[in-house]
């Protein structure tokens, strides 16, 4: 079989490795092709052509459509004279290219077969890769990485027969522990975005015994989250926290994976979920919040995640229980309205009323101003935070450590293998290149189902303000 891999750039990140791990699962079994439409990011071994029209818009360039079609099916017949089997295109629904879903329509009047392989949403607080005006591929196959994404998108329209599920594969790290190595530090291996929630990594750091640090590895590289990273630096320095920044530009990263005491990890929403399975091949223990639409899957593969926690809850009063609401249903109404919408203010209000059950809420929902203020309040009174969340009386802690990481680190070795990757794969082409489903994607529904009041979080869909 032949397979053309499709995606808008090659450069290193999350769609980058998925490509890297199917190409060598599909090795010896397909032939494969990288079609892309940037030069960065090509490596001496990569099989790619590159289709200019493909990559992300750049300002004053224009291209236009069916040509770009074109140029695409005359990239993969240089390749293939009589064409591929199938085009597996990744992330097509983010508007990075204001013409990408144009061009695949033409492939599909072209009669390329089409998998689009959907690893994020514009409707999950990414507006401005929204596509407000074109619909999505009708009548294509599509493919997701967790069951959360594929229930939302049978809800919003599309049928089995043409969706499916490819759980990505891991790389371990391919070491074993040495716990006398280890030193006094939390790894949080990340790149400090907003949705990683660093305000709550430096929280949990004031409840770490005497002496532990916590390590940040990376700034972030997007301008919009300039303003909250610096922000928690200065923070950081004002409180004399143990906290350090951008650890992993001043040392190598596996070698601070290996003495790292334990990881840690407090993202309020992920794609696939790399980070709960990764360090367990390192012989490392992770722990802090789960998100448990994502951990469900590697749940019922036998991973057991039992000692993370799922909300850190504080008293509302700490933050101002006015203050709150004001900003959370000003911003419930900017995120309906930057896709067009309007909320139905009596669910608004009684999703409020659920999301401050109690006179707590989660440190998760809040932006980074009010996650402030908890922190100074937390710094007088670490009992009360203690009192409401356990778990902070001794974080990062369980009994019987090395058994719980040898029980996951097995499900992984035989769950989330380039095998069983291979195999996941070839059954899935097979079911693409042998059927034509009759759907489509009905985007007020899907946009209903992101926009879930009950989870709705500050920190993912309000804009930082100084």
């Known amino acids: 079989m032949k397979i053309a891999l499709m995606h808008y750039h090659l450069k290193n990140g999350g769609v980058r490795t998925v490509l890297n791990h199917q190409v060598a699962a599909l090795d010896g079994v ?3 092709l990288l079609v892309t439409g940037q030069e960065e990011g090509i490596g001496p071994d990569d099989n790619v052509v590159i289709v200019k029209g493909l990559g992300y818009d750049e300002p004053g360039v224009e291209f236009d459509p069916e040509a770009v079609a074109d140029g695409v099916c005359r990239a993969i017949e240089s390749c293939w004279p009589g064409g591929c089997d199938l085009l597996h295109v990744h992330n097509a629904t983010l508007m990075k290219n204001k013409n990408f879903l144009k061009i695949l329509k033409h492939l599909q009047k072209k009669g390329v077969t089409l998998l689009l392989q959907l690893h994020d949403f514009a409707e999950d607080g990414r507006p401005h890769g ?6 999505y591929p009708e009548n294509c196959h599509y493919s997701v990485i967790n069951s959360r994404d594929s229930g939302i ?4 329209g599309l ?8 759980s990505n594969t891991i790389n371990s790290f391919g070491f074993e522990a040495d716990d006398e190595k280890s030193e006094d530090f939390t790894l949080y291996p990340v790149r400090a975005i907003r949705r990683k929630n660093i305000g709550e990594a430096v929280l949990l750091s004031h409840f770490l015994e005497p002496g532990k ?11 919009a989250d300039y303003g909250s990273y610096g922000f928690w630096k200065e923070l950081v320095a004002r409180t004399n926290l143990a906290v350090e920044f951008e650890s992993g530009q001043k040392k190598d990263f596996v070698d601070l994976v290996k003495r790292a005491d334990n990881i840690v990890t407090t993202s309020i929403t992920e794609g696939f979920g790399f980070t709960f399975l990764e360090p367990w091949t390192a012989g490392k223990f992770i722990w802090g919040r789960k998100l ?14 039992n000692h993370l926690y799922t909300k850190l809850s504080i008293p509302v009063d700490w933050i101002g229980k006015q203050a709150f609401k004001d900003t959370w249903i000003t911003c419930v109404q900017s995120a309906f309205a930057t896709f067009n919408s309007t909320p139905d203010m009596d669910a608004v209000d009684a999703a409020y009323e659920r999301v401050v059950a109690d006179d707590l809420i989660d440190f998760g929902l809040l932006n ?5 203020k908890t922190l100074l309040n937390a710094l007088d009174d670490r009992e009360t935070l203690i009192q409401f969340n356990p778990f902070l009386a001794n974080p990062g802690r369980v009994q019987d450590k090395k058994t719980l990481i040898q029980k996951n680190r097995n499900v992984i070795a035989e769950k989330y293998t380039l095998k069983s990757y291979r195999d996941v794969l070839q059954k899935i082409y097979a079911r693409v290149v042998e059927s034509s489903p ?3 994607i009905d985007k007020r529904r899907l946009l209903t189902r992101f926009l879930d009041l009950d989870s709705f979080s500050l920190l993912k869909w309000d804009t930082f303000e100084e």
């Open 159 to 166: 049928a089995e027969p043409g969706l499916h599920l490819i």
């Open 438 to 440: 009759a759907h489509r």
């Open 30 to 32: 397909c032939e494969t």
């Open 213 to 223: 640090r916590l390590l940040i590895t990376q700034p972030p590289n997007s301008p």
């Open 130 to 135: 929204y596509y407000a005006n074109e619909q």
């Open 292 to 305: 448990p639409d994502i951990c469900i899957d590697f749940e019922n593969n036998g991973m057991d995640f």
């Open 368 to 372: 980074e101003k009010f996650q402030e």
């Open 153 to 156: 998108l049978l809800d919003s």
